[in-house]
């Protein structure tokens, strides 16, 4: 009897052991195809996930884009988002892209000083803020980043803004307070041209980082509880913001430069930084920052260029015939969604994941990557992580939890530091001394 009641027991304990194998097997068949099944249901997946989760880009260029094609600064009406537009945006794309809040960027070129960098910059919110409050069925303003997310809950597009170059505060920190209040959550603390006060990463650079009034304007932010954007800066820019900031930082549209070795791209040696500050880099679409076929061919284009020039100098027709006969006897490669996910595969192995975000820089580009056409195109480039095995987890940080992480944080330190310190009102004449 002894003996029978051992064998039930073993019989038992081995039916047990294989009914967990069997169900940890069906776990396992769960999970891992998800990899190799085919993009339908990738898609599919990648749109259970953004149902529930926000995805946030953090720079769109469509009002500097309605500017331009109105003809008229103030012309919102002129181009409407509820129809299909000649750009990248419109409210059916957003739809389609499952856009859950959206950095619109106030960006202003850098060359525009005759005609008052503030004047324009104000003129861009203007656009911004009439334009988000025209479309209210689909668009939410939006200051913080819980507005982003009772957005999403009610079905609508988080509007936030984004300033584009800090040539617009125009060496003054009360214009940077002015900007805060009119809505500007994140400043990218230069464009393309070397500031008085911080170093462009495509100009020549002048202070070796930020001068000590850079800095105070990186403190001034943190206390705004404005992010700071660290795309179009120099890296030692970077590396010294990094250093004085108490809030995370952003990079509202760069990439990757272990990558695609480009000035505009952040290099590894940043990207490891990342986890301690918490900030994110906000992957562009550019196509000569995710592709390095590209960037060799486009400055082959540039070298050409100014050989054609050289052989005709003054006439801007007979140079601009000789480029364009090069061109379509040499086609561009083109940059792919492929191209695009090596770079957040590689930013994910040097920062992690948590620290990966998307900027597409839609309607700021003329070019695009293919398989990213449009703003209808984010679920396609999640679904392409799906099969490079990102989890769920992983994708929604991509998608927007990540850098509204980053915002909640800002908002946290800057309630701390208006507890400690007042607004700053340090001059560029008090701290560098070499202005005048």
């Given amino acids: 009897?002894?003996?029978y009641q051992v064998l039930?027991?073993?019989l038992m304990l081995m039916l047990m052991l294989l009914c967990g194998v069997a169900a940890t097997s069906r776990v396992f068949a769960q999970k891992q195809p998800l990899a190799n099944a085919d993009f339908a249901t990738r898609l599919a997946h990648v749109k259970k996930i953004l149902a529930v989760t926000p995805l946030v880009d953090s720079h769109n260029d469509l009002p500097w884009a309605m500017r331009e094609f109105a003809n008229a600064p103030l012309d919102v009406e002129a181009y409407d988002l509820n129809k299909t537009t000649k750009g990248m945006t419109d409210i059916r794309r957003l739809r389609a892209g499952m856009v859950g809040g959206q950095f619109w960027s106030v960006y202003i070129p850098g060359d525009i000083r005759d005609s008052g960098y503030a004047r324009v910059q104000l003129e861009q919110i203007d656009i911004a803020r009439r334009a988000i409050a025209r479309y209210p069925k689909d668009l939410q303003w939006c200051l913080v980043a819980s507005c982003v997310r009772s957005a999403k809950a009610a079905g609508k597009i988080g509007s936030l803004l984004g300033m584009e170059g800090g040539h617009a505060i125009e060496n003054s920190l009360g214009a940077l307070r002015a900007y805060y209040e009119l809505g500007a959550r994140y400043m990218t603390l230069t464009h393309n041209v070397t500031l008085d006060w911080a170093d462009a990463a495509l100009d020549k650079p002048k202070h070796g980082g930020l001068t000590p009034f850079g800095k105070e304007v990186v403190r001034e932010m943190n206390r705004l509880g404005m992010l700071v954007d660290l795309s179009h800066v120099s890296p030692a820019v970077m590396s010294n913001a990094l250093d004085v900031t108490e809030a995370p930082v952003i990079f509202s549209h760069s990439a990757a430069r272990g990558i695609t070795n480009v000035a505009r791209n952040v290099p590894?040696?940043?990207?490891?930084?990342l986890p301690k500050n918490g900030g994110v880099v906000m992957m562009t679409f550019v196509p000569s920052f995710t592709?390095?076929?590209?960037?060799?061919?486009?400055?082959?284009?540039?070298?050409i260029r100014d050989s054609i020039t050289k052989a005709h100098p003054n006439d801007n027709d007979a140079q601009f015939k000789a480029v364009a006969a090069w061109r379509e006897s040499h086609p561009s490669p083109r940059s792919t969604i492929a191209n695009v996910a090596d770079h957040m595969d590689h930013i994910k192995k040097i920062a992690g994941a948590d620290h990966i975000g998307m900027g597409g820089d839609y309607d700021g580009i003329t070019e695009t990557?293919?398989?990213?056409?449009?703003v209808s195109k984010y679920p396609d480039l999640l679904a392409e992580l799906v099969k490079r095995g990102w989890t769920d987890a992983e994708l929604r940080g991509v998608a927007g939890e990540n850098v509204l992480r980053?915002?909640?944080r800002a908002e946290v330190v800057s309630a701390r530091l208006r507890k400690s310190r007042p607004a700053s009102t340090k001059t560029i004449q008090q701290l560098d001394r070499t202005m005048k």
């Fill in 291 to 303: 592709s390095q076929a590209v960037a060799d061919y486009d400055d082959r284009v540039t070298a």
């Fill in 1 to 3: 009897m002894r003996i």
């Fill in 369 to 374: 990557v293919v398989g990213l056409e449009d």
């Fill in 406 to 408: 980053a915002l909640s």
């Fill in 268 to 273: 590894d040696s940043i990207l490891a930084r």
């Fill in 8 to 10: 039930v027991k073993a």
